[in-house]
């Protein structure tokens, strides 16, 4: 399996556009997690999904995040409008629910807004 | 205080040392803990996962719980650059309750 596989792996815009970070989940796996990393607020979850339904979004900043899970192979994670505090990197992970904490990263994607 | 605590380093040791990484945490109640190793630009993979107290093993890593302290520990034995990266501990309650990850320690093995 290729892993967790997520798209683009870097990405600058400028403050106020939309940006939409993309993510395919391993094959098989049930649960869906996306996360943002930072300097100084280190590896946060955002947000995550069982078997395409959002479960906890507790994660969410605000109201310019959000989150889809259209089938098992796909979910999106939209800032609009996006804010340089959004400049960050986003990983995806997922995992089975059998062992839903042993959770497989993608390589994350880089987001700069300037 | 913070749930999860962790030096953030960075931490220099030669080649061939055993290296101590640790965390400290605030929640009695977490009973998962795991170690995650992250390269430069990659995405965390999972090192070691333990469940309660006492320790394991698997090759040149040894992964550490002390619940009465609420510490736990990574040991890399004959350290090898390769093994220079970020670490981050991670704990939670239960299984299906979300993971709380430290801030990582970053560490440079020294050839």
């Known amino acids: 399996d290729a892993g967790v596989i997520q798209s683009p792996r870097h990405e600058v815009t400028e403050m106020g556009q939309e940006v939409t970070l993309r993510c395919k989940p391993i094959s098989g796996h049930d649960y869906l997690f996306w996360y943002r990393q930072t300097m100084m607020r280190g590896l946060e979850l955002l947000i995550y999904f069982n078997n395409n339904v959002p479960i906890d979004d507790s994660g969410m900043p605000e109201d310019r995040f959000s989150a889809k899970m259209p089938n098992a192979s796909f979910s999106t994670l939209k800032i609009q409008p996006s804010e340089p505090r959004d400049s960050a990197v986003y990983f995806c992970a997922s995992s089975l629910g059998s062992s839903k904490n042993i959770q497989y990263f993608g390589a994350g994607t880089r987001l700069s807004v300037l | ?111």
């Open chain 2, 1 to 111: 205080q913070k749930e999860v605590e962790q030096d953030p380093g960075p931490l220099s040791v030669p080649e061939g040392a055993i290296v101590s990484l640790n965390c400290t945490y605030s929640n009695s109640a977490f009973q998962y803990f795991m170690w995650y190793r992250q390269y430069s630009r990659k995405g965390p993979e999972l090192l070691m996962y333990t469940y309660s107290s006492g320790n394991k093993e698997d090759g040149r890593f040894t992964a550490q719980v002390d619940k009465s302290s609420k510490y736990i520990s990574l040991f890399i034995r004959d350290s090898q650059p390769s093994d220079s990266a970020t670490y981050l501990c991670a704990m939670s309650a239960n299984r299906d309750d979300k993971i709380i990850f430290g801030k990582g320690t970053r560490l440079h093995i020294l050839p």
